[in-house]
Nanobody
Framework: QVQLVESGGGLVQAGGSLRLSCEAS????????MGWFRQASGKEREFVAV????????IYADSVKGRFTISRDNAKNTVYLQMNSLKPEDTAVYYC???????????????WGQGTQVTVSS
């Protein structure tokens, strides 16, 4: 049974930083690409970042490029999202996901954690 557990969210002022973590279990962590998504209130879930199984490649949404950094530790079955220079528009529930990364595109699996709330005040 695949489980994804996100943590690290909270309330932060604009310009501040947070580091999200997602611990995965249930299948071989290092075999999968890992992605971060977010969903703001009243909006659809949107892609934030993805990292390949080895960590050698990353892709970011234009809205977070240069501010967010995705990384992973395969020994700890954990993926991270370092978020700097946070803006009020980054406010959302953040979710991690396991999936496949092929030919420059991420294909998320249907496993999602409970998410972690990030709130950025102005």
């Amino acid at each position: 049974q695949v489980q994804l557990v996100e943590s690290g969210g909270g309330l932060v002022q604009a310009g501040g930083s947070l580091r999200l973590s997602c611990e995965a279990s249930g299948r071989t962590f290092s075999s999968y690409a890992m992605g971060w998504f977010r969903q703001a209130s009243g909006k659809e879930r949107e892609f934030v970042a993805v990292i390949t199984w080895s960590g050698s490649s990353t892709i970011y949404a234009d809205s977070v490029k240069g501010r967010f950094t995705i990384s992973r530790d395969n020994a700890k079955n954990t993926v991270y999202l370092q978020m700097n220079s946070l803006k009020p528009e980054d406010t959302a529930v953040y979710y991690c996901n396991q999936g496949a990364y092929m030919s420059g595109k991420y294909y998320p699996d249907n496993y999602w954690g409970q998410g972690t709330q990030v709130t950025v005040s102005s």
